[in-house]
């Protein structure tokens, strides 16, 4: 008997211990939403690199804004990659659909020498829950042969629909499609020059 008295406190410490645990992390990734422009068919090599975030979504957590002037990290809702890495990714694949061009790369690649570069510095990456997400950058593109250039800021902000973590990440893929048609719509005026 004096040993079950022993097992209870035991047992019952288990089992805090257990209902106590934490839930286990999310990851999510950014999509490429353009759809693909039947028409556009082009040979050109493209490289989106660099792009650059703000220090403050330099991180794996998700970042939101909850109040003026006031973040909060969510540790349970993370990026599965580098937040740079995956815009980059996201824009070379809305590229890929909107230029009509498999040859788009999202990074420097051996024996890849692009037509046109790609640079992107992302001032906001923002997130108001429930609400919407807002990406503003600048961006560069580059021709290689005879250096020509054209610039421009794309100021995208996209709803947020539904409440879960997964609706940010989508919002955000939306957003950064208006940011690849920018980009799209410079590449082809410069190839138009010659």
């Known amino acids: 008997m004096a040993r079950r008295a022993q097992l209870v406190p035991i047992l019952i410490l288990a089992l805090a211990a257990f209902g106590c645990a934490t839930a286990p992390s999310k990851f999510y990734t950014l999509?490429?939403?353009?759809?693909?422009?039947?028409?556009?068919?082009?040979?050109?090599?493209?490289?989106?690199?660099?792009?650059?975030?703000?220090?403050?979504?330099?991180?794996?957590?998700?970042?939101?804004?909850?109040?003026?002037?006031?973040?909060?990290?969510?540790?349970?809702?993370?990026?599965?990659?580098?937040?740079?890495?995956?815009?980059?990714?996201?824009?070379?694949?809305?590229?890929?659909?909107?230029?009509?061009?498999?040859?788009?790369?999202?990074?420097?690649?051996?024996n890849f020498d692009p037509d046109y570069r790609v640079s992107i510095e992302v001032q906001r990456f923002d997130t108001t829950p429930g609400e919407t997400v807002l990406v503003d950058a600048v961006w560069v593109v580059r021709k290689a042969a005879g250096g020509a250039v054209r610039s421009g800021r794309t100021v995208a902000s996209e709803p947020i629909q539904g409440k879960e973590y997964s609706a940010i990440a989508g919002a955000y893929s939306r957003a950064l499609g208006r940011l690849s048609s920018d980009l799209a719509a410079a590449v082809r005026a410069l190839a138009t020059r010659g």
């Open 31 to 110: 999509e490429s939403t353009a759809s693909a422009d039947r028409d556009a068919v082009a040979s050109y090599a493209i490289l989106v690199s660099p792009v650059t975030i703000p220090a403050s979504v330099d991180r794996p957590e998700l970042v939101v804004q909850d109040a003026p002037n006031r973040v909060s990290l969510d540790e349970f809702n993370r990026w599965a990659a580098p937040l740079a890495d995956g815009i980059a990714t996201t824009v070379a694949g809305d590229l890929v659909k909107l230029l009509g061009t498999p040859r788009v790369t999202a990074g420097p690649l051996a």
